[in-house]
């Protein structure tokens, strides 16, 4: 069960004009599974992207890096297979996923480089590509502008709920949407989460703000979530504008509707990514750690990170045992050589724990004990140090957690 | 069950001449429990340590360390607890620890800097510092030279299994013997494992040797395990030399005397060692990561604990499953900026997994499913960039991991 997360409502997740989505069964899964998704875009549809930084990049994500750093590139279309991460492949591996593209294109009358292919599943094991290029027909024929949710479903792995969210906001008496699709669940580490997303909006932005754009987005929410520690070979996160809607365009973020724009881009991918801990696979807590007093913004994230991987803090947070020391000791390790120790302050939610790096002297352990047992917990960590802060956001390690990954295969 | 690991044969232990060891029940753990252990040391013993880099630092190993780095060191006894690390604890916790020395010296007419602490268990708690100082007398009292054994076993914390062993070389015709008890099971990570480790010899070392000693003994043995990842707030690595033995006094290592002893106490250290790993909680597995083809040590060393850390890669360990495109993944994500995934080669044991970064043509899963499903499993990756190779051993994580750190203290 995910940590306070329901399923998409569809008539909460808006079409954007400009984009159409058809979904068909291509076998790749087990058959019955809808495991091929394919995103149509209208021509003029700009597009900005981040990918994994693994040095062990899956085919499909080589070629979507070669295609978008073309000095124009003009994408019409996403193909994204599930079932199958197409990734230590080798050269037959993108040749296959050049062939998957090839046939796309041939189907829609476009060229190979407008395609950018995503592929999500098991490492190490030849693509069926003919599979996929069987079912293009259908998932082609299908395609309409309400499929969100359906793709949401479509592009799952080991998730339990589909991840979609819309919001609409008005920019200079102009409404404009965003809608945003993700799946992930474990393998799951910035830069970034084993995880695809899907991010589109009607909005006119200058095509030569989306890359960075891109990249921001992917800052504040898929590059400050980790489950496992596992950077995938796959990761893929992609925005869209469709410039369907009337608002003045956008060419740079310094007036209020840019904002305005910007700070809902914000929110959908912050849920999305949220929305990935709180799947992830075993889950049972969610957890937002929040470092303050550090020299930099590094140093925040270096002591945020070993506390999340820490299987000894996570499998106390899955037990709700305010066996706290552990977060002080992965503080400890987290890599800062001159930190000094009794400077270090300790909170879950309000109850104060540990005061210049000892348990405080009023602390008391049911008051921890009562804020472990919850499935939200802020956990906030002052380094004394600094001013800068930052959050991050995981979750507990389950015996589910195990299962899950052990039995991923079989 | 440990992997591949008896306990100890108390006939095949040898007493150390210059040591005795005393031990008794003082309480912090349930009681019936041994939790206190007194070593004894006769005049002129020489000791070297290496302790935790966590930042976290223990009460005992503040104390430890501030004792050995002073100019001419004279130790003669070692008082461990279980059942509480006193780490977290403020300058109380050094206090409280300060008491249990000056106790223990006074009842031996030591001064108290003559005696060094240490602790293990669970962080953050106050040490019963008065119930340790109670049960001094008794194992003062019960001190005997042929109690390594039961000391290993009265080290325990999660441990299954105690971890001892002793080897005997002949130097120059004369006889030495080296003996080592170590503990830990979890929150294991270079730098050190959660562990203690005491080494004696009574082998005539040169005092000033003795400090780089435990850190390249340590380095080869200790800083080559993982578990978890978790570095702990209490690790120390003591050798101690006791010059009982005949040995003409060794005072380099450049000559074959002294090459002897070293191998000799560079296998007990690893065993010690690899005995941890081999009780690692919950571990079903043991294996053996050897890195080839790095341009440096320093990179073979990131190959090796990303594999190690990833849960991914250990719980497909745990079920058996050749899933091998995770350990890919993984050196991927390693941290080696201009990793060419294209030289990457991976074996399990003897079978050729991946060559250039893809899947071997010949390779057979039921080939891979045979290797995963022994006990003991060496994985060798290729780097294809340089000469440097290097070796670490880890295990797999297990549902039982999760049990016993979610009950830690149940």
């Known amino acids: 069960m995910p940590v306070q997360l329901s399923a998409p409502n569809p008539s909460q997740i808006f079409p954007i004009p400009g984009v159409n989505i058809g979904i068909a069964q291509a076998g790749v899964k087990r058959p019955g599974k809808d495991d091929l998704t394919i995103f149509l875009l209208d021509e003029g549809v700009s597009i900005g992207g981040v990918f994994t930084k693994n040095r062990f990049k899956a085919a499909p994500v080589q070629i979507c890096e070669s295609i978008l750093n073309a000095v124009t590139p003009c994408v019409r279309a996403l193909v994204i297979n599930t079932g199958n991460a197409n990734a230590g492949t080798g050269e037959s591996g993108k040749a296959h996923a ?61 998730d339990t709920v589909a991840k979609a969210f819309s919001k609409k906001v008005t920019l200079s008496g102009e409404e404009v949407t965003i809608t945003g699709i993700a799946k992930g669940a474990g393998m799951i580490h910035p830069n970034m989460a084993t995880m695809l997303g899907f991010l589109a909006t009607d909005a006119c932005i200058s095509a030569e703000l989306l890359k960075p754009l891109a990249l921001e987005l992917a800052n504040l929410s898929f590059n400050r979530i980790t489950v496992d520690g596992d950077t995938s070979t796959n990761d893929s996160f992609l925005i869209m504008a469709t410039h369907k809607a009337s608002n003045p365009m956008i060419t740079h973020w310094g ?156």
Chains 1, 2 share one sequence.
């Open 98 to 158: 050049q062939m998957v593209c090839k046939a796309t294109a041939d189907l829609l009358s476009l060229e190979a480089d407008q395609v950018l292919p995503f592929s999500t599943g098991v490492i190490m094991e030849p693509l069926p590509f003919q599979k996929i290029i069987n079912a293009l027909p259908t998932a082609i024929k299908n395609a309409t502008s309400d499929a969100w949710t359906k793709a949401a479903y479509s592009i799952m792995t080991t």
């Open 255 to 410: 007036n209020d509707d840019a904002q305005r724009l910007l700070d809902a881009l914000k929110e959908v991918s912050k849920l999305l990514a949220q929305a990935i801990v709180r799947d992830a696979e075993g889950a049972t807590k969610f957890i937002t750690l929040h470092i303050q007093g550090g020299q930099t913004l590094e140093e925040c994230k270096k002591v945020a990170l070993a506390i999340a991987h820490s299987p000894l803090v996570k499998t106390a947070f899955f037990a709700s045992d305010p066996n706290l020391g552990r977060i002080l000791a992965a503080v400890g390790y987290s890599g800062i050589e001159d930190l000094d120790q009794s400077k270090i302050e300790l909170y879950l939610d309000n109850v104060h724990v540990a005061t210049k790096g000892s348990r405080c002297m009023d602390y008391r352990e049911e008051e921890g004990q009562r804020v472990m047992k919850q499935e939200e917990i802020l956990v906030t960590v002052g380094l004394g140090r600094g001013d800068c802060s930052d959050t991050f956001w995981t979750c507990d390690l389950s015996h589910e957690y195990v299962s899950i990954n052990a039995d991923y295969r079989s």
